[in-house]
């Protein structure tokens, strides 16, 4: 018999609802993988956010960082980070300092609505692929310093970064995605008004469109577009956009599919991937019990079905459907929480879907990391 595959996962729980969500979504891997003897997987369990600064005194430890080099991949929960004392408030946060470091240059969104749910756009079945690395945010746009700035006590400005490279492999990234789908990509862009920055993004994926001939290739206004989504988001595919838009019109997409709280994220670069859900900390109903796992859970099935494609690993995309089709059972079952009109707490659900699992799979093994 072969040697099992060896996977070593970070888990980074965050602030807010993370600690509830992110141990949720390992909770279900451990189930999936349980029944693959050939999947030997670890966890080590990394702090972030406030729990870190109650003990190394900031946000973002020097230990976590390199712990990540040495992992496959990861679960990053939610920071809250404008709640973080000063001057850790003001700085870059945890998820971009990890994305900076990575260059995690993809994020990959996409949007769905679940059976047994209530959407907008019941039908729509789409991917958002987000630029992640440029554009206005002022976190992504510089080596050093910020990309916004005070001239006088009145003005504030900021400067938008769109380059060739960037736009290229992007590109090409949203391309891959669509010739795996239904074969269609749309340019997200503001081309009228700002024609170098976000025409410059729209012609260079114009022509990496050329590189793939079987795939059709549309381009829309931004505001165009959001529009667009609301009346017929059924008619699109795959949508690529630079950082802000991309960010934008995924929470767009996410809510039309029923909740933000079910929108998957993956960010990327070439080697590393991060599991890290669209949605925000969501402070307000931190230990209720109530969280949506459901972004952290499909996160995580998109972060197995990752590391699949990069090592050639099939039983990786195994349990990542395993994964998602027990959601999809449990919802269609009925079971959800309150966002989606549910009765159900962050703890039924996961043990709805584990249940799921458990009577479909045999069980296999997992190392937990102390």
């Not at 988001?233 to 956009?241: L, N, P, R, T, Y």
Request: net charge negative; charged share 20%; proline share 6%.
């Amino acid at each position: 018999m072969s040697e099992p595959l060896q996977l070593r996962i970070g888990v980074l729980p965050g602030d807010g609802i993370g600690p509830e969500v992110v141990p949720a979504a390992v909770s279900v891997i451990d189930a999936a993988v349980a029944a693959h003897p050939e999947v030997a997987l670890t966890w080590q369990r990394l702090p972030i956010g406030h729990e870190a600064i109650a003990a190394y005194g900031e946000p973002m430890p020097p230990a976590t960082l390199s712990a990540l080099d040495d992992l496959d991949a990861w679960i990053l929960g939610p920071h809250d980070s404008a709640s973080y004392p000063q001057p850790w408030c003001d700085q870059l946060t945890p998820g971009g300092t990890i994305r900076k470091r990575f260059d995690m240059f993809a994020n990959i969104r996409p949007a769905r609505a679940l059976t047994g749910t209530t959407a907008v756009s019941p039908t729509m079945d789409l991917v958002v692929v987000r630029e992640n690395t440029e554009g206005f945010y002022a976190d992504r746009n510089m080596h050093a310093g910020s990309g916004e700035f005070m001239p006088t006590p009145d003005v504030a400005m900021a400067v938008g970064v769109v380059t060739r490279r960037a736009c290229e492999r992007i590109a090409h990234e949203a391309f891959r995605i669509a010739r795996s789908r239904c074969g269609s990509v749309t340019i997200a862009h503001k081309a009228n008004v700002l024609s170098m920055t976000t025409g410059l993004f729209r012609d260079v994926c114009l022509e990496v469109a050329e590189q793939y001939p079987e795939v059709a290739v549309d381009h829309h206004h931004i505001d165009a577009l959001a529009a667009h989504l609301v009346r017929r988001a059924d008619s699109f595919d795959v949508i690529v956009a630079e950082n802000m838009f991309g960010d934008i019109l995924s929470d767009l997409t996410g809510e039309l599919a029923g909740s933000i709280g079910i929108a998957p994220s993956l960010n990327s670069s070439e080697t590393k991937a991060m599991a890290q859900a669209a949605h925000g900390a969501a402070p307000d109903i931190a230990g209720l019990g109530i969280a949506n796992p459901i972004a952290a859970i499909l996160s995580s099935a998109m972060l197995l079905r990752w590391l699949g494609i990069k090592d050639d690993r099939p039983v990786c995309a195994k349990i990542a459907s395993t994964i998602e089709d027990a959601v999809e059972n449990v919802t269609a079952q009925g079971t959800f929480t309150a966002d989606l009109g549910g009765g159900a707490s962050t703890a039924t659900f996961v043990d709805a879907v584990i249940a799921t699992i458990t009577r479909s799979e045999s069980r296999g093994r997992s190392i937990i990391d102390p």
